[in-house]
């Protein structure tokens, strides 16, 4: 039984959904949504107000001036991607707090909630 509530502790910890993002955001908690996926993916469409930070791109350069009392929220396109796990490991590694959008910019538009879109590249992908 332990092991079970540990589980479910330590998702509630490290994960979290759209509709807890959104109310974070809305109450101005400081939270920064950081989109792992590849450039192109981003400029197709992504989060209002994203940074655009390649998971593979993510390090102590990339991130020198980043917030470190931020929560950042690591997205990918949705559950058939990884990027936002790989994101939010190097994140983490890197020492920052972090908790991965479950569902990623899929179920964050499935709640309705809006996006901004750039102009589309010739090929859309999460480029992970």
Same mark, same amino acid.
């Given at each position: ?15 979290? @959904?759209?509709?807890?993002? +959104?109310? =974070?955001? *809305?109450?101005?908690? %400081? ?45 990918? @396109?949705?559950?058939?991607? +990884?990027? =936002?796990? *790989?994101?939010?490991? %190097? ?38």
């Amino acid at each position: 039984m332990q092991d079970q509530l540990s589980h479910y502790e330590n998702k509630l910890r490290w994960e979290i @959904d759209s509709w807890d993002l +959104n109310e =974070s955001r *809305k109450n101005g908690q %400081n939270v920064v949504v950081v989109d792992a996926r590849g450039a192109a993916a981003y400029d197709a469409e992504h989060i209002p107000g994203a940074v655009s930070l390649p998971h593979r791109e993510m390090n102590e350069a990339s991130t020198a001036g980043f917030d470190r009392d931020a929560l950042y929220v690591a997205y990918c @396109d949705g559950i058939g991607c +990884n990027a =936002s796990t *790989k994101g939010a490991l %190097n994140m983490t590694r890197l020492g920052f707090t972090v908790k991965e959008l479950i569902g990623g910019l899929d179920w964050w538009k499935r709640d309705n909630h809006p996006t901004e879109k750039g102009e589309a590249p010739s090929s859309i992908g999460c480029a992970c």
